[in-house]
């Protein structure tokens, strides 16, 4: 019962996903990303599948590999919705025979979209078509995709809790927000990212010039500069 959008800039070599549902803490069993790719685990997940595809990619398979890969792990995956999207090709998909309609996956340029016991068969292809359509970083299309997503039909229960996470080519991860119970999970992790975004650089300094680095009371605005 979840619906997930993962996304690639070739500009700059970043990755990432954003995921909602409705049930609590999303953030801790749904996807996960590596310079270069995206995993999915979800419907009745496993996120055991994930490391599992994580591992394939870093031994050198591509976006079917990895897929295959988790599909052979995966015990019953008739219940299991799995997705791939590397920095090359188009993204792959598995959705299990017990998984709750509407469920299916959709590819787009530079996007896939997965989702199960959505709302309406338009909430995939809406999410595709807000990805591409959007402007500005990454996070942001994502949100947008997301977002109409959940204006086309969402999933059949409220949403709860949401998730957002991109991933740079330097191992560092740029964002990773995460609204673990709220009524309104994917207008929060927007509102969430927005205060985030002009603080990131600056918590990104402290990994390779701590020296250069401002505090943190002065990135928050507590203290001046």
């Known amino acids: 019962m979840t619906y997930s959008l993962a996304g690639r800039c070739p500009k700059t070599d970043r990755i990432g ?3 909602a549902t409705s049930s609590v803490a999303v953030g ?11 995993v999915f685990s979800q419907a009745r997940t496993d996120p055991r599948l994930h490391r599992v595809g994580l591992r394939a990619f870093e031994g050198g398979a591509d976006a079917a590999g990895v897929l295959e890969a988790m599909r052979t792990a995966a015990h019953a995956p008739h219940w299991r919705q799995l997705g791939v999207l ?7 998909h598995h959705t299990g025979t017990s998984c709750l309609e509407h469920a299916d996956g959709l590819t787009g340029t530079d996007c896939l979209a997965i989702g199960n016991f959505l709302g309406s068969a338009e909430v995939l292809p809406e ?11 990454l996070e942001q299309r994502l949100l947008a995709g997301m977002l109409a ?10 949403l709860q809790s949401a998730f957002l996470v ?11 927000l995460r609204i673990d119970d709220s009524r309104t999970p994917l207008q929060d992790v927007a509102a969430l990212y927005a205060d985030w975004a002009p603080k990131s650089e600056a918590y990104r300094l402290r ?9 943190s009371s002065v990135i928050e605005g507590a203290s001046p500069a």
């Open 166 to 176: 991109v991933m740079g080519p330097d191992e560092l991860k740029d964002t990773d």
């Open 17 to 19: 996903f954003a995921v």
């Open 28 to 38: 801790a069993r749904v996807g996960a990303v590596l310079p270069g790719c995206v």
């Open 127 to 137: 999410m595709v078509r807000g990805f591409e359509e959007g402007s500005g970083t």
């Open 86 to 92: 590397t920095m090359q090709g188009d993204g792959v």
């Open 207 to 215: 990994a390779f010039d701590p020296d250069s680095a401002p505090s």
């Open 149 to 158: 997503g959940e204006a086309a039909g969402s999933e059949r229960d409220p």
